[in-house]
């Protein structure tokens, strides 16, 4: 069983910035891709980005240039740096990795964007 934990979410102005980590715990981390996810309510969950285990990152059209990926492997960690935040962008954001045969969830960190 893999525990995944979120944090680092919290209340951000316009155009501030704020890094979201995700610790997974058990062995292999670095042989799985990290992905990070966000959800509103009511709306539909959004792949926001993503990385493998060779580092090769990906990222929703709408973060692109803002939001950038990262993994540290020595600490079965990934990140989500955030910068030049909008107001769009306040949701539950959620870490998950893709083990093949099962997937794995965090409970999710909040990111409020507001003035």
């Known amino acids: 069983q893999v525990q995944v934990v979120e944090s680092g979410g919290g209340l951000v102005q316009p155009g501030g910035s704020l890094r979201l980590s995700c610790a997974a715990s058990g062995s292999f981390f670095s042989l799985y891709p990290m992905n990070w996810y966000r959800q509103a309510p009511g709306k539909q969950r959004e792949l926001v980005s993503s990385i493998t285990s060779a580092g090769t990152r990906n990222y929703a059209d709408s973060v692109k240039g803002r939001f950038t990926i990262s993994r540290d492997n020595a600490k079965n960690t990934a990140y989500l740096q955030m910068s030049s935040l909008k107001h769009e962008d306040t949701d539950v954001y959620s870490c998950?990795?893709?083990?093949?045969?099962?997937?794995?969830w965090g409970q999710g960190t909040q990111v409020n964007v507001s003035s």
């Open positions: 998950n990795t893709d083990r093949g045969t099962s997937e794995y």
